[in-house]
C-alpha cells in the first residue's frame, strides 16, 4: 500500500475522543433475561441492528426494554447484534435440508423452528456464551477513567479494529481479528453513557476531509479495493442460505448476481432490520423476492439483454426496461456503486451520505470486482498512522 502525508495521523492523534462524541441520548438495553422474540421487538421498533445487554440490578422487572442512558445496572454482558439472533437461530437449523425443501414447506420449517427458538432467553444463546465484555464481536465496552481524553486514533486503533481480546489471541498465534463496530463507553456506575459506531467516525473524517492530504486522493484501484473477493449469491437462493452463507463467512452482506454475472442488488443483514419473531418464515423466499417484497415492487428475473433481442418484447421493453436502468432496479434497490478510479474521498462521501456499510466496485459492465467496506476505511486510515 503507497505511503502518503502525516496528515491523517496528524488528525487522529490531536483529535481527542471527546470532540467526536454526540449529543447524549438515551441508550436502548436489553436484560439478558429478555427472550429472544422481546429482544427482536426491541430492536425493530427501534429500527436498530443492535443493542448492549445487561443483567439488571436488583429489584428490576423480568424482559426486555428502553432505558435511559444513565439507568445503573449490576453488569453490562456484551453487545447483541441482530446477526448474533439470526447465526444463533442457524446453528439449530439444518440448513442443506431445509435449502431442498420446496418454498412453502421450507417456510412452514422456518415457522415452527422460530416459534420454539423465540421463547429462549438471550442469555443462553449459544453466540453469547461465547462472548466476554471485551471480546464481543459487536461492542468492546471500556471502562476507564479519563475515556474521553483519549486520541481518536486510540478508539480506532484498540477499540474497533484490534480489541484486547483480539490482540491476545494475535499474540496467541490465531489469525483470527476480531472487528467491533460500535463501542459503547461507561462510567464508574456501570453507566453507559455513549455509542460509538465504525459510521461515527467516518463521518467524522469526512469532516476533515480536507486534513486527509494525499490519502483523500488515492484511488481505490491504488488501494486495493478493486481486487478484493466479492461473496455472491444468485437472485433464486433462499434467503435463509444467503444468510448461512454470511454466518460462514463472517460478514454482514452479499452481492447479488444474475447468470451473467452482473450485480443486481445488495442482501445484508439490515434488509432484516424490523424482522421480529413471527417473520422468520419470510426467510424461506428466493433472495431477489424477498428484496422486492421489502421495496414494494416486482422481481424483474428476465436477463434484459436477453429480452431485448426478442422482437416480440418491444412492449415489454418500452413500459418496463426504460424504468429499470439503475444497479438494483430489478429488485427495487437504489444500489451506490464505486469505480476502481473514484477516491477516497469521494468512496467516504458515498458510504457516509447513504449510511452505508459497504459499496461494492464494479466494472462498466457492473460486475462486482472488489467491495470497501468501513473496516477497509479504518484500517487505511490507522495503517497511514501507525509505526
Not at 461465547?130 to 483519549?150: H, I, N, P, T
Not at 479494529?161 to 499474540?171: D, F
Amino acid at each position: 500500500m503507497p505511503t502518503h502525508s502525516s496528515s491523517v495521523r496528524d488528525l487522529l492523534v490531536s483529535t481527542k475522543l471527546k470532540a467526536v462524541l454526540q449529543d447524549h441520548k438515551a441508550v436502548v438495553v436489553l436484560k439478558d433475561s429478555a427472550t429472544v422474540e422481546q429482544a427482536l421487538a426491541v430492536l425493530a421498533g427501534n429500527r436498530i441492528l443492535s443493542a448492549p445487554v445487561v443483567a439488571p440490578s436488583a429489584g428490576s422487572s423480568a424482559g426486555a426494554r428502553s432505558f435511559e442512558a444513565n439507568a445503573a445496572f449490576q453488569d453490562i454482558v456484551c453487545c447483541l447484534d441482530l446477526r448474533d439472533v439470526l447465526c444463533s437461530f442457524l446453528e439449530e437449523l439444518d440448513v442443506p435440508a431445509v435449502k431442498d425443501m420446496k418454498m412453502l414447506r421450507r417456510m412452514k420449517e422456518l415457522e415452527e423452528k422460530g416459534g420454539q427458538f423465540a421463547v429462549r432467553a438471550i442469555k443462553t444463546l449459544p453466540i453469547l456464551g461465547k462472548r466476554s465484555l471485551r471480546s464481543c464481536s459487536d461492542g468492546a465496552f471500556y471502562l476507564e477513567s479519563g475515556v474521553e481524553s483519549m486520541s481518536v486514533l486510540e478508539l480506532v486503533h484498540d477499540g474497533l479494529l484490534y480489541p484486547r481480546e483480539a490482540r491476545k489471541a494475535i499474540a496467541g498465534g490465531s489469525r483470527t481479528r476480531t472487528v467491533v463496530h460500535r463501542i459503547a463507553l461507561y462510567d464508574r456506575q456501570i453507566r453507559i453513557t455513549h455509542i460509538i459506531s465504525q459510521s461515527d467516525i467516518a463521518r467524522f473524517l469526512l469532516e476533515h476531509r480536507e486534513r486527509l492530504g494525499d490519502l483523500g486522493d488515492a484511488t481505490v484501484e491504488s488501494l486495493g479495493w478493486a481486487a478484493q473477493a466479492v461473496i455472491t449469491v444468485t437472485p433464486e437462493t433462499p434467503a435463509v442460505v444467503a444468510l448461512a452463507l454470511m454466518a460462514e463467512k463472517g460478514i454482514s452482506g452479499l452481492g447479488v448476481v444474475n447468470a451473467r454475472g452482473l450485480l443486481i442488488a445488495n442482501f445484508s443483514i439490515s434488509d432484516l432490520r424490523t424482522i421480529v419473531a413471527e417473520h422468520f418464515g419470510a426467510m424461506a423466499l428466493p433472495v431477489g423476492e424477498f428484496l422486492a417484497l421489502e421495496h414494494g415492487t416486482e422481481f424483474w428475473g428476465v436477463d434484459r439483454a436477453e429480452l431485448q433481442t426478442k422482437p416480440a418484447s418491444m412492449f415489454a421493453s418500452n413500459r418496463e426496461l426504460r424504468r429499470r436502468e439503475s444497479a438494483g432496479c430489478q429488485v427495487g434497490q437504489a444500489l451506490v456503486l464505486a469505480t476502481a478510479q473514484e477516491t477516497f474521498s469521494e468512496v467516504l462521501e458515498k458510504l457516509v451520505a447513504n449510511r452505508l456499510h459497504r459499496l461494492y466496485v464494479v466494472d462498466t459492465e457492473l460486475r462486482p470486482v472488489g467491495i470497501v467496506t468501513l473496516t477497509d476505511i479504518l484500517r487505511t486510515v490507522t495503517q497511514q498512522s501507525v509505526g
